[in-house]
């Protein structure tokens, strides 16, 4: 019998071993489970032991162009988007069927994403599980789906306007590797309860959550063929046709700022709706009177799950006064935090998603040093890992300090666990220094002052931001950038309407003679 800690298994090879033997390789197009057309299929990659983990249905434009027709088949021939109980009913049923296989799911995402074990009591697998479904559901009862207006006729006759919401229709759903569930459940759950049909591409550096999503769907629900479609591929010319196909109406995307630019310019062609959840280069602001021990519990979320998190607080403005002192003692927590095998229940860093990425991380490092910079600690790969782990994709816990919030290190997202820190003169500028920057997804600020701290807050030019260890996340609560960090919201009633058109009908009451 396998050692197991908790529901998974205790290492990250048998995780592996066991994601393989259990994971879902095809592919969900028109309510069938199948291969691609042409066979063709690309490998899932451990980020932790660099091992073969399985290999997944790579869909090529054929079968895109299968998923596309059935999305819009679905939508303008069936009772989907008009059917309220249908879809209630069927969100419920994807409810249970998913938390019927949490355990897999646990084991997958460490086993694929290379997530910390720690991190799927929460954003990575249970919060989503718990919400992000159930939310939804209760707003196709709850939703004010119309609403009238009176007035505006001619010639004294009666007018009456109804302003009725409508779902958008086909919606390219893209997602990433990161937080797969979380993303993939927080666009499903809206789009599905709004009465849209979906062509869910999963990140092709970890498919198998999306597609046991899909074996799930055509196993256990009801939902009608070609509701969902979930077509992994790691082509970007067939996943662009998504973009550039005229019979997708909505483009939902999360992931990188430059891939949601292409992204918007290909589906400006055809006038798609673009909701896009993006980078991110968050601040973690501590004022002079901040709890220093709240400061280093903020500095190491930084580097949880290797710093891949767009929303991670991953500039640290410190108070001149203490500056010199938290850099410190940030960089002996860095160099204390647990890495390695993320199938343990005490590593907080595992490694990053790919070597390829590993290569972008380690190069920003190097390149921090020689624009001035100054490397506190980290900044290369990891020492001592156990054989199994040798050909992982594993960065150091990284601290930078420099007086120059314009450097490169400071103004891109790196998206590993790197930690650059800047001191500031008073709070005006810390807010300066906060909002010098393309990004505007996330913050956090820590004062001994609730009011302090949300007068800094209020002046932030971002979308989130929590106040003295406030969380911000909910599937009931809005979430998306400023700026370059996106366009539009994910969750709450915001992030509903995104999933929603708007028509007005006008009608009038002919005058009693």
Same mark, same amino acid.
């Given at each position: 019998?396998?050692?197991?800690?908790?529901?998974?298994?205790?290492?990250?090879?048998?995780?592996?071993? %066991?994601?393989?033997?259990?994971?879902?390789?095809?592919?969900?197009?028109?309510?069938?489970?199948?291969?691609?057309?042409?066979?063709?299929?690309?490998?899932?990659?451990?980020?932790?032991?660099?091992?073969?983990?399985?290999?997944? /249905?790579?869909?090529?434009?054929?079968?895109?162009?299968?998923?596309?027709?059935?999305?819009?088949?679905?939508?303008?021939?069936?009772?989907?988007?008009?059917?309220?109980?249908?879809?209630?009913?069927?969100?419920?049923?994807?409810?249970?069927?998913?938390?019927?296989?949490?355990?897999?799911?646990?084991?997958?995402?460490?086993?694929?994403?290379?997530?910390?074990?720690?991190?799927?009591?929460?954003?990575?697998?249970?919060?989503?599980? /718990?919400?992000?479904?159930? $939310?939804?559901?209760?707003?196709?009862?709850?939703?004010?789906?119309? %609403?009238?207006?009176?007035?505006?006729?001619?010639?004294?006759? =009666?007018?009456?306007?109804?302003?009725?919401?409508?779902?958008?229709?086909?919606?390219?759903?893209?997602?990433?590797s990161n937080f797969p569930v979380e993303v993939i459940l927080n666009k499903l759950g809206p789009a599905l309860a709004a009465g849209d049909t979906v062509i869910? &591409?999963?990140?092709?550096?970890?498919?198998?959550?999306?597609?046991?999503?899909?074996?799930?769907?055509?196993?256990?629900?009801?939902?009608?063929?070609?509701?969902?479609?979930?077509?992994?591929?790691?082509?970007?010319?067939?996943?662009?046709?998504?973009?550039?196909?005229?019979?997708?109406?909505?483009?939902?995307?999360?992931?990188?700022?430059?891939?949601?630019?292409?992204?918007? =310019?290909?589906?400006?062609?055809?006038? &798609?709706?673009?909701?896009?959840?993006?980078?991110?280069?968050?601040?973690?602001?501590?004022?002079?009177?901040?709890?220093?021990?709240?400061?280093?519990?903020?500095?190491?979320?930084?580097?949880?799950?290797?710093?891949?998190?767009?929303?991670?607080?991953?500039?640290?403005?410190?108070?001149?006064?203490?500056?010199?002192?938290?850099?410190?003692?940030?960089? #002996? #927590?860095?160099?204390?935090?647990?890495?390695? +095998?993320? #199938?343990?229940?005490?590593?907080?860093?595992?490694?990053?998603?790919?070597?390829?990425?590993?290569?972008? !991380?380690?190069?920003?490092?190097?390149?921090?040093?020689?624009?001035?910079?100054?490397?506190?600690?980290?900044?290369?790969? !990891?020492?001592?890992?156990?054989?199994?782990?040798?050909?992982?994709?594993?960065?150091?816990?990284?601290?930078?300090?420099? +007086?120059?919030?314009?450097?490169?290190?400071?103004?891109?997202?790196?998206?590993?666990?790197?930690?650059?820190?800047?001191?500031?003169?008073?709070?005006?500028?810390?807010?300066?220094?906060a909002n010098n920057s393309v990004y505007g997804l996330a913050g956090a600020v820590l004062s001994g002052s609730a009011e302090r701290g949300m007068a800094v807050?209020?002046?932030?030019?971002?979308?989130?931001?929590?106040?003295?260890?406030?969380?911000?996340?909910?599937?009931?609560?809005?979430?998306?950038? $400023?700026?370059?960090?996106?366009?539009?919201?994910?969750?709450?009633?915001?992030?509903?309407?995104? $999933?929603?058109?708007? &028509?007005?009908?006008?009608?009038?009451?002919? =005058?009693?003679?």
């Amino acid at each position: 019998m396998s050692e197991t800690v908790g529901e998974i298994p205790a290492t990250s090879v048998e995780s592996g071993r %066991r994601a393989g033997e259990r994971a879902e390789f095809r592919m969900l197009v028109d309510g069938a489970l199948s291969p691609a057309a042409d066979g063709a299929a690309f490998d899932n990659v451990s980020p932790a032991t660099g091992a073969l983990l399985g290999t997944t /249905a790579a869909a090529g434009v054929e079968d895109m162009a299968r998923a596309i027709a059935a999305a819009r088949r679905a939508f303008d021939e069936t009772t989907w988007s008009t059917d309220g109980p249908l879809r209630r009913r069927c969100l419920e049923q994807l409810q249970r069927g998913l938390e019927a296989e949490r355990q897999e799911f646990a084991t997958e995402l460490v086993a694929e994403v290379g997530c910390p074990a720690m991190t799927l009591s929460t954003a990575q697998l249970d919060w989503p599980l /718990a919400e992000s479904l159930r $939310y939804p559901a209760g707003l196709i009862d709850e939703f004010a789906w119309e %609403r009238t207006l009176h007035g505006g006729g001619l010639f004294g006759e =009666r007018n009456v306007r109804t302003v009725v919401q409508e779902p958008v229709g086909v919606v390219a759903a893209i997602c990433p590797s990161n937080f797969p569930v979380e993303v993939i459940l927080n666009k499903l759950g809206p789009a599905l309860a709004a009465g849209d049909t979906v062509i869910l &591409k999963p990140d092709p550096n970890t498919p198998w959550n999306a597609t046991r999503i899909g074996r799930i769907i055509a196993e256990k629900t009801d939902i009608p063929p070609g509701v969902v479609n979930v077509v992994p591929t790691p082509a970007n010319d067939v996943a662009a046709v998504l973009a550039t196909d005229p019979r997708v109406d909505m483009i939902s995307f999360t992931g990188s700022t430059a891939v949601g630019r292409t992204l918007m =310019r290909l589906g400006a062609d055809t006038m &798609k709706r673009t909701f896009l959840e993006l980078g991110g280069k968050s601040a973690l602001i501590v004022l002079d009177d901040a709890d220093p021990a709240a400061a280093l519990r903020g500095a190491v979320g930084a580097c949880v799950h290797a710093g891949q998190a767009c929303a991670a607080t991953t500039r640290m403005l410190v108070h001149r006064s203490v500056f010199d002192e938290m850099v410190t003692a940030v960089a #002996a #927590a860095f160099d204390a935090v647990p890495v390695g +095998d993320p #199938a343990r229940p005490d590593t907080v860093v595992g490694p990053v998603i790919s070597a390829a990425q590993r290569d972008r !991380v380690l190069d920003a490092c190097t390149r921090a040093v020689t624009d001035g910079a100054r490397l506190i600690t980290g900044g290369g790969g !990891v020492d001592a890992l156990p054989p199994e782990l040798a050909r992982g994709h594993f960065v150091r816990p990284t601290v930078f300090a420099c +007086d120059d919030p314009a450097l490169p290190i400071a103004q891109e997202e790196i998206f590993g666990p790197v930690l650059v820190m800047i001191p500031f003169a008073d709070d005006e500028d810390a807010i300066r220094i906060a909002n010098n920057s393309v990004y505007g997804l996330a913050g956090a600020v820590l004062s001994g002052s609730a009011e302090r701290g949300m007068a800094v807050a209020r002046r932030i030019r971002t979308g989130a931001i929590g106040v003295n260890g406030g969380m911000f996340y909910g599937a009931d609560a809005p979430f998306g950038g $400023y700026k370059n960090s996106g366009v539009g919201r994910q969750c709450g009633l915001e992030g509903f309407q995104q $999933y929603l058109e708007t &028509k007005t009908i006008g009608y009038r009451i002919p =005058r009693q003679r």
